[in-house]
């Protein structure tokens, strides 16, 4: 069993299975959290973590959209961080007391390196993440890669017309047979595209659910636009026994990171995402933007 604790031995914490190898982070964030050239971090899985003292002095900081990194409040100690839609832990190996038997096996985005800093390891490298999909990375679905194609374009579009973009994502939910919902959303589809701009770009996510890119779109628009969708199609939803929920995120010119849309692309996603799904549990009854979510 390993063991662990903060900086001043207030928050204590047994991890009562194995954790995964250790990756060394050297994103920017990482570096900021941790005042340190990388962070070292490894999988926990939700039911191996049990904290032995403390657990109440933990608060977090959502460092992007759905990601709060833990720390003792107290002392500071970064202990983990978890996405919302993770079955795992992120966890800082910093705390941990003695050998946990695991090892480093990688740096990442190693394009964010420290200037002041020279790696001295054979690990491999990678600038972003590894080639295989990693479990801490944002909503990068098999399904997303077309929409993360097209808002590539149109982030640098944006920051050369120094303009927001807005992203809407729309779930339908119905429940009914197969052949009748690909009709329904057929429908659906048709009453976006009478709904939205020339410029705007609709991408079909899936059977129910379908993303609308907005470019040179603020917050207040996006939500016009997303209300104008919303009216076109309820009534067809409605008589269904469904319901549509749309979430909406909006991200400023100066906010893209421009060595790496990519961060910038899954931050949009992911807060568009969370919207999504707050619009979801209040019954879909509404649009919601991710700046008027609860904090």
């Excluded at 104008?228 to 409605?238: M, Y």
């Amino acid at each position: 069993m390993i063991t662990g604790s903060c900086l001043c031995g207030q928050v204590r914490y047994e991890i009562r299975g194995e954790m995964g190898p250790i990756t060394h982070c050297h994103c920017p964030s990482c570096r900021k959290a941790h005042a340190s050239a990388f962070s070292s971090v490894a999988s926990v899985q939700l039911a191996d973590l049990a904290f032995t003292a403390g657990e109440a002095l933990l608060k977090f900081y959502e460092s992007s959209p759905g990601k709060r990194r833990y720390f003792c409040s107290n002392c500071g100690s970064q202990i983990y961080a978890k996405r919302e839609d993770q079955e795992h832990y992120v966890f800082r190996m910093g705390t941990i007391d003695g050998d946990p038997g695991v090892r480093p096996v990688q740096h990442i985005f190693t394009g964010h390196k420290a200037p002041w800093y020279k790696l001295h390891d054979d690990l491999p490298e990678y600038l972003e993440w590894p080639p295989q999909v990693q479990a801490d990375a944002p909503a990068a679905h098999v399904k997303y890669k077309h929409l993360y194609e097209l808002m590539n374009g149109v982030f640098k579009l944006a920051a050369r017309k120094e303009a927001s973009t807005s992203l809407l994502l729309l779930m339908v939910d119905i429940n009914t047979e197969q052949a009748e919902l690909q009709e329904l959303t057929r429908e659906v589809h048709h009453k976006i595209e009478m709904n939205v701009r020339e410029s705007d770009m609709i991408d079909r996510l899936g059977d129910n659910l379908f993303a609308v890119i907005l470019p040179y779109t603020d917050a207040k628009a996006s939500m016009i636009l997303a209300e104008r969708i919303r009216n076109a199609f309820k009534g067809v939803i409605q008589a269904h026994g469904g319901a549509c929920c749309i979430g909406a995120a909006t991200v400023m010119c100066d906010r893209l990171h421009m060595d790496n849309l990519m961060v910038s692309i899954d931050e949009l996603v992911a807060m568009a995402e969370k919207a999504c799904r707050f619009s979801n549990r209040t019954g879909g009854d509404k649009a919601i933007h991710h700046d008027s979510l609860p904090r």
